[in-house]
Antibody
Framework: QVQLQESGPGLVKPSETLSLTCTVSGGSISTKYWSWIRQSAGKGLEWIGRIYSTGNANYNPSLKSRVTMSVDTSKNQFSLKLSSVTAADTAIYYC?????????????WGQGALVTVSS | DIQMTQSPSTLSASVGDRVTITCRASQSISLWLAWYQQKPGKAPKLLIYDASSLQSGVPSRFSGSGSGTEFTLTISSLQPDDFATYYCQQYNSYFGTFGQGTKVEIK
């Protein structure tokens, strides 16, 4: 059974770049889609973006100018970078595996990583 | 963006009750809707996909129905483990969006 684990700094300063990594175990990252989703009190659950194991990515239009996702198949990991963060980016960040049926939806989630943006 | 609206926002119910949560989409999403359960401090858990398909391992008291713009999640007989927040999510477009959630509380 696939397991996902987020890792990265829990505190990021305003205007800096948030960086998180998701390590996948119990299955290969190859030939699958992987997403980042965040949850905040103000905006609820918000999809950030999706990446395929080859590196092809799609992003939420509202975040597209600040988001970069990447994948490292040799480490079975994928990553998120969100630049120029503000307090509004404070949230629990989840990585997830997407499955396809009509569109893509997450069927397995990491436990989540709380990231606070504060000086 | 496709907007998803859930009702009610909060629902008070007793063990054994039949519970129904509604999710409406701002435009047709065919059958491309999922339901998730989330407990405090935990990640969402997939319950239903394609509007009515039960995810493996999920109890049969959970069921989903609907198509187009209106969908429902039904719990046929509420159990103590079911007190949680439930979210719908559309995946008709590459850009999935979630409802705001329905919290099921103990009456």
């Amino acid at each position: 059974q696939v397991q996902l684990q987020e890792s990265g700094p829990g505190l990021v300063k305003p205007s800096e770049t948030l960086s998180l990594t998701c390590t996948v175990s119990g299955g290969s990252i190859s030939t699958k889609y992987w997403s980042w989703i965040r949850q905040s009190a103000g905006k609820g659950l918000e999809w950030i973006g999706r990446i395929y194991s080859t590196g092809n990515a799609n992003y939420n239009p509202s975040l597209k100018s600040r988001v970069t996702m990447s994948v490292d198949t040799s480490k079975n990991q994928f990553s998120l970078k969100l630049s120029s963060v503000t307090a509004a980016d404070t949230a629990i960040y989840y990585c997830a595996r997407d499955v396809e049926s009509g569109g893509w939806f997450p069927d397995a989630w990491g436990q989540g990583a709380l990231v606070t943006v504060s000086s | 963006d496709i907007q998803m609206t859930q009702s009610p926002s909060t629902l008070s119910a007793s063990v054994g009750d039949r519970v129904t949560i509604t999710c409406r989409a701002s435009q047709s999403i065919s059958l491309w809707l999922a339901w998730y359960q989330q407990k405090p401090g935990k990640a969402p858990k997939l319950l239903i996909y394609d509007a009515s398909s039960l995810q493996s391992g999920v109890p049969s008291r959970f069921s989903g129905s609907g198509s187009g713009t209106e969908f429902t999640l039904t719990i046929s007989s509420l159990q103590p483990d079911d007190f949680a927040t439930y979210y719908c999510q559309q995946y008709n477009s590459y850009f999935g969006t979630f409802g705001q959630g329905t919290k099921v509380e103990i009456k």
